[in-house]
């Protein structure tokens, strides 16, 4: 039997956080290309794909209590090391990338914390882009996340 092939995950269309980073991004007079150019160099990949079902919720049940703890501790080294260790599929236990996670702890990342340094951390790790990556952006982010949502 064959192995079912895994279904595309486009970063910038699947995920609202995705999408709402990209909004942001264009009205600084960027490019979509540079931020899929820079996943791509980061994540050795040309496209991206959902992570199956099994992961992701082992995933989700494994890593939030360590989230938590890094956020509440400020320990920003260790909290970019494993968002970026999941988006590579090299956490513990986790041998699939999983960019499509790393978007959604991002979207509740930015909804239940007030802490923006946190997340452009986050964001230059993966983007390499610190001249626009900054707190300013992540709020515009945020603002355009809940007007999206009527909040």
């Known amino acids: 039997m064959n192995e079912k092939k895994p279904f595309p995950f486009l970063p910038f269309v699947d995920s609202l956080f995705g999408e709402k980073l990209l909004q942001v991004w264009i ?5 979509e290309k540079e931020l ?3 996943l791509a160099a980061k994540f050795s990949a040309e496209e991206f794909y959902f992570t199956p079902n099994a992961i992701k919720q082992s995933i989700m049940v494994r890593y939030p209590e360590q989230i938590r703890k890094y956020i509440n501790e400020r ?3 260790s909290l970019n090391r494993l968002i970026f260790q999941i988006g590579q599929g090299t956490s513990e236990g986790i041998n699939k990338p999983a ?3 790393v978007f959604e702890l991002l979207e509740w990342m930015i909804t ?3 802490d923006d340094q946190m997340i452009v951390n986050i964001l230059v790790r993966l983007f390499d882009n610190e001249g626009i ?4 952006f992540v709020e515009k ?8 949502l009527g909040v």
Do not use: C, P, S, W
Not at 27 to 31: F, L, M, V
């Open 36 to 38: 899929i150019h820079q």
């Open 141 to 148: 982010v945020r603002a355009e996340y809940q007007k999206e």
């Open 75 to 77: 320990d920003f080294e």
């Open 99 to 101: 960019l499509d996670v």
């Open 112 to 114: 239940g914390y007030e």
């Open 27 to 31: 009205q600084t007079g960027r490019e």
């Open 133 to 136: 990556l900054n707190q300013d």
